[in-house]
């Protein structure tokens, strides 16, 4: 059985890797999720649901489709046909992987200088 974190500490965890991206912001929204946004362009949002913790991130097509041929991805309501992407109660070993993901869905957001300098940090 996979140990999933909990609550708490996913929140934690997601809040780490995304304000570790430079100008990113939360906002906690009309629902209660915690949204992360750069720039005024959301591309992470998470937040307690009926079947634990869900987090979405922004994605292309392209990655939505691997993705959604794996397990634990499906696609967002409401905003899935603009690539967003969404993991129900990730568990430790998604970690790897979803910190790249939520990269990738900061700098399809960020405005090019920010990109920019996030490759020249991250030697890209």
Same mark, same amino acid.
């Given at each position: 059985?996979?140990?999933?974190?909990?609550?708490?500490?996913?929140?934690? /965890?997601?809040?780490?890797?995304?304000? +570790?991206?430079?100008?990113?912001? $939360?906002?906690?929204? =009309? &629902? !209660?999720?915690? /949204?992360?946004?750069?720039?005024?362009? +959301?591309?992470?949002?998470?937040? $307690?649901?009926?079947? =634990? &913790? !869900?987090?979405?991130?922004?994605?292309?097509?392209?990655?939505?489709?691997?993705?959604?041929?794996?397990?634990?991805?499906?696609?967002?309501?409401?905003?899935?046909?603009?690539?967003?992407?969404?993991?129900?109660?990730?568990?430790?070993?998604?970690?790897?992987?979803?910190?790249?993901?939520?990269?990738?869905?900061?700098?399809?957001?960020?405005?090019?200088?920010?990109?920019?300098?996030?490759?020249?940090?991250?030697?890209?």
């Amino acid at each position: 059985m996979m140990k999933s974190l909990d609550t708490a500490d996913t929140i934690e /965890t997601v809040r780490k890797i995304c304000l +570790s991206l430079p100008e990113a912001v $939360e906002h906690i929204d =009309g &629902f !209660g999720h915690n /949204t992360f946004k750069i720039n005024g362009k +959301s591309f992470v949002i998470s937040g $307690e649901n009926k079947k =634990g &913790f !869900g987090l979405s991130f922004k994605s292309d097509r392209e990655t939505q489709e691997l993705l959604l041929q794996k397990e634990h991805y499906y696609k967002t309501p409401y905003i899935g046909q603009h690539g967003w992407v969404s993991i129900q109660n990730p568990a430790e070993e998604n970690w790897d992987e979803l910190t790249d993901l939520i990269q990738e869905a900061y700098l399809r957001a960020a405005p090019k200088r920010l990109v920019k300098q996030w490759n020249e940090l991250n030697n890209k």
